[in-house]
């Protein structure tokens, strides 16, 4: 167990980097409920002016037509009695005015330009182009006006009409006019009627557009849906139905996909292959060196084999650590969780390490209870805690003692070694457990400076952490290793 780290600078690339967040260029689903939402509004004010429009037109058509038809009956009252023109006002034809609101009404009637009945200062109609004969001009046609009168809107209806008298044709004008009090609290009702009928459009519009918007992006929901429910290793095509607007991206998405399973195929046969690969020929050659060095003689020449026989040994543990690194980041990409029997695990694995540890009469003991099995990687849990093991037997001084105990805690399944390895001189031990860092006590021992990190790896992949601390006695180390059981 390495005591101290080595203030020797950490490679390149080593710290982690925190990846950049996400761009989001806002929410579709927002965007497209506010444009139909604008849509209508903008629809809703069109209607509300349209309904407005037409129903002031209306109104003021049906006001037209009354006043109209009481000029009319006016005028029709109208005779010549011998060669003198006779009114006698019809009661109903003003009255028709009265019955509809509680608006004034006025009249004038005139021969010509002069007054026979009626009120003199009512406003005069505009004065009919020249030159264009009278019978072509108002012959029974209407000229409505509206302008003000005694402080009061006023419309106003005119008829003329030629009639023949002993001194020739003369024409005769009748003027009917109503204040406008009633139409403009008709008008205001109908404005209110409008209005709520465009406020209830709106409204009824704004929920269908937001129900559609919902709706509208409900494939793309179901698409995520479908793909974040998968599993770490589940890289199998999106063969789900979805609308042909988003065929492109699920086309680029089942590439990209198709693209990492052969890429990761590919790094798992890397891995296996290297791992054959390089420690075989090693192994090869360091047993060839220790068959030539029994054979050497000369003292220089046992003296460069053995150093030949360390920089085998350093390069296959080396070799051996890096793709046992390489191992544990691919499958903690991809980590399996399964029942794991972490007693039963590190019971079996002191048994396997336990001649390497007696090569130094190192007591290799190991205490287990009764822990519950724990969702895990067992291939993983199992090099961490070989790792940890590999360095208190490596570290440690012969016909010493290192003690592995599996026990439980609150939450936690918790694996502990303990070596007589002297301990660490410095508190902070942080950095040991980054890649390639190694203790000062490491000169001479052959390692790469990956065991801790390993450990750490696996630990932090399983939501759990590793500790090192000095041990009880103060003599060596205790590293531990916390696993949550749920």
Known sequence: MSPAPNPAPQRPGAAAKTPGRLRSSGSLRRRLALQLVGSAAILASVLFFAVLGFARDLSQRSHDSILFASATSILDSVTVQGGEVTLDIPYAALSMLGNISDDRVFYRVTLD??????????????????????????????????????????????????MALQEGAREISISVAQTRDGQAAELAALTRSALQLGVGFFLISALLALWTAQWSIRPLDVLTGVVSRRGPKDLRPVRHAVPTEMLPLVHSLNRFIERLRISLTRSEDFIAEAAHRVRTPLATVRTQAEITLRRVDKPENRT????????????????????????VTFRTDSLERKPVELSALVAE?????????????????????????????????QNAVRNILDNAIKYSAAESRVDVTVHQTALDAVVTVTDAAGGFPDPDTTALTERFVRGSNSVGTIGSGLGLTIAREVAEAHGGQLDISPSDTGAGACVSLAFPLQ
């Open 304 to 327: 460069s084999l053995r150093e030949m026989i360390r920089a085998i040994d350093e390069s296959s543990r080396a070799a051996g650590q890096l793709l046992d690194h390489a191992m």
């Open 349 to 381: 694995l002191v048994d396997r390490l336990r001649p390497v540890a007696e090569l130094k009469d190192i007591d290799l003991c190991c205490h287990t209870r009764n822990v519950p099995a724990l969702p895990g990687d067992a291939i993983l849990i």
């Open 113 to 162: 330009d002069t007054l026979l009945t009626g009120y003199p200062d009512l406003p005069v109609q505009a004065t009919p182009p020249k030159g264009v004969p009278i019978t072509d001009r108002r012959q029974g046609e209407p000229s409505f006006l509206t302008t003000r009168y005694r402080d009061s809107s006023l419309r106003m209806v005119t008829l003329s009409r030629l």
